[in-house]
């Protein structure tokens, strides 16, 4: 990544940054929220560009989408030297950067995430792809954008219900790295943080870690925390009318992968119940039913960090403190979703 700019002034400082950058076209991806909501703030800003916007969701993150994006990236006549802007969350970004990386084998994007989800996670460490066949992120690719580019302003578009999403990453950013950070963190009237200090700080664990390790082959599966179960509880209740959103679902994950890091590496019992009241202040909690657990052990079976058979967390030491490549057997994942139900709502 050449630049990662944080904004007081989008509208001034993204036709400031296109000015220092050579393109023959520019195109400006979107899905069906983020051009209502987000567009406006910049479309005047802009120079002369192709836009297109697919159906907002992680429902929508699959190659019948990105067969579309292809598409309109080919009649639009789109050649090798096209910019693509993904103005949006994680779903634009992942999947924008996804289609830009193998459209005529790469052209240069630069993501504006516009959601607190998407710039204090998915902004940094080049993660790229999309859902296939219920597996979240299943197909994909590791490639940088040109940039990133992070405002503030675009949080004002957020439904409460996005924003807390997207505080689940920043919480886990304390969790896994720093102990004063989390501690820092509201719990009661949450939503009057001071965004854009929390944004750089989470932005700056996340970059640090994906420094020293780009392709995840070690430090940066700690950035996996409570998603190993909460990816799974994601997906499984995506096509229900269950539908959590994804910072809801590692939230849970969070909880349960808690229980886990005090059962095998003994975390104390203090920072589990630290972990879960702070968690449950924020996001409430949900019954799992006993008759979904299998299905979602199942797809934990599909997490990336798994070595054959064998399923592999990313655990707690203690809380700013986190390992790797932690064997866990299924029925400890079992365990751990009971631990999460017993827990007063």
């Given at each position: 990544?050449?630049?990662?700019?944080?904004?007081?002034?989008?509208?001034?400082?993204?036709?400031?940054?296109?000015?220092?950058?050579?393109?023959?076209?520019?195109?400006?991806?979107?899905?069906?929220?983020?051009?209502?909501?987000?567009?406006?703030?910049?479309?005047?800003?802009?120079?002369?560009?192709?836009?297109h916007a697919f159906e907002a969701g992680e429902v929508h993150k699959n190659l019948d989408t990105c067969r579309d994006i292809w598409q309109?990236?080919?009649?639009?006549?789109?050649?090798?030297?096209?910019?693509?802007?993904?103005?949006?969350?994680?779903?634009?970004?992942?999947?924008?950067?996804?289609?830009?990386?193998?459209?005529?084998?790469?052209?240069?994007?630069?993501?504006?995430?516009?959601?607190?989800?998407?710039?204090?996670?998915?902004?940094?460490?080049?993660?790229?792809?999309?859902?296939?066949?219920?597996?979240?992120?299943?197909?994909g690719v590791f490639n940088q954008p040109e940039g990133v580019l992070i405002s503030d302003e675009f949080l004002q578009t957020l439904p409460?219900?996005?924003?807390?999403?997207?505080?689940?990453?920043?919480?886990?950013?304390?969790?896994?790295?720093?102990?004063?950070?989390?501690?820092?963190?509201?719990?009661?009237?949450?939503?009057?943080?001071?965004?854009?200090?929390?944004?750089?700080?989470?932005?700056?664990?996340?970059?640090?870690?994906?420094?020293?390790?780009?392709?995840?082959?070690?430090?940066?599966?700690?950035?996996?925390?409570?998603?190993?179960?909460?990816?799974?509880?994601?997906?499984?209740?995506?096509?229900?009318?269950?539908?959590?959103?994804?910072?809801?679902?590692?939230?849970?994950?969070?909880?349960?992968?808690?229980?886990?890091?005090?059962?095998?590496?003994?975390?104390?019992?203090?920072?589990?119940?630290?972990?879960?009241?702070?968690?449950?202040?924020?996001?409430?909690?949900?019954?799992?039913?006993?008759?979904?657990?299998?299905?979602?052990?199942?797809?934990?079976?599909?997490?990336?960090?798994?070595?054959?058979?064998?399923?592999?967390f990313s655990l707690l030491k203690r809380i700013g403190s986190c390992d790797f490549n932690i064997v866990v057997g299924k029925e400890a994942?079992?365990?751990?979703?009971?631990?999460?139900?017993?827990?007063?709502?």
């Amino acid at each position: 990544m050449d630049t990662l700019l944080f904004s007081s002034d989008i509208s001034l400082d993204l036709p400031r940054y296109l000015t220092t950058k050579k393109y023959s076209k520019l195109g400006v991806l979107m899905d069906s929220q983020t051009i209502n909501h987000c567009y406006p703030i910049v479309s005047a800003a802009l120079p002369e560009h192709a836009m297109h916007a697919f159906e907002a969701g992680e429902v929508h993150k699959n190659l019948d989408t990105c067969r579309d994006i292809w598409q309109w990236m080919t009649d639009a006549n789109f050649d090798r030297k096209t910019l693509i802007l993904n103005l949006g969350g994680g779903v634009t970004g992942d999947m924008g950067g996804f289609c830009a990386s193998t459209y005529k084998r790469g052209i240069r994007f630069v993501n504006i995430p516009t959601t607190l989800l998407s710039q204090v996670d998915a902004s940094v460490g080049g993660k790229l792809g999309i859902d296939f066949n219920g597996f979240k992120n299943h197909i994909g690719v590791f490639n940088q954008p040109e940039g990133v580019l992070i405002s503030d302003e675009f949080l004002q578009t957020l439904p409460e219900a996005e924003l807390r999403s997207g505080y689940a990453e920043v919480l886990k950013h304390g969790l896994i790295r720093n102990e004063n950070y989390f501690y820092s963190l509201k719990t009661e009237n949450w939503q009057t943080q001071h965004w854009k200090d929390i944004i750089a700080v989470s932005v700056g664990i996340k970059r640090e870690v994906v420094d020293k390790d780009p392709k995840e082959d070690g430090l940066r599966k700690i950035l996996n925390f409570g998603h190993t179960i909460g990816h799974a509880i994601e997906s499984h209740y995506l096509d229900t009318p269950y539908h959590l959103l994804h910072g809801e679902a590692i939230a849970i994950g969070m909880i349960t992968e808690a229980y886990l890091s005090h059962k095998f590496l003994r975390m104390p019992a203090a920072d589990l119940d630290t972990i879960q009241q702070k968690l449950l202040a924020v996001f409430g909690k949900i019954s799992i039913a006993d008759a979904d657990f299998n299905a979602i052990i199942k797809r934990c079976f599909q997490d990336k960090k798994n070595d054959g058979e064998a399923l592999n967390f990313s655990l707690l030491k203690r809380i700013g403190s986190c390992d790797f490549n932690i064997v866990v057997g299924k029925e400890a994942v079992i365990e751990a979703l009971e631990y999460y139900n017993s827990l007063a709502d």
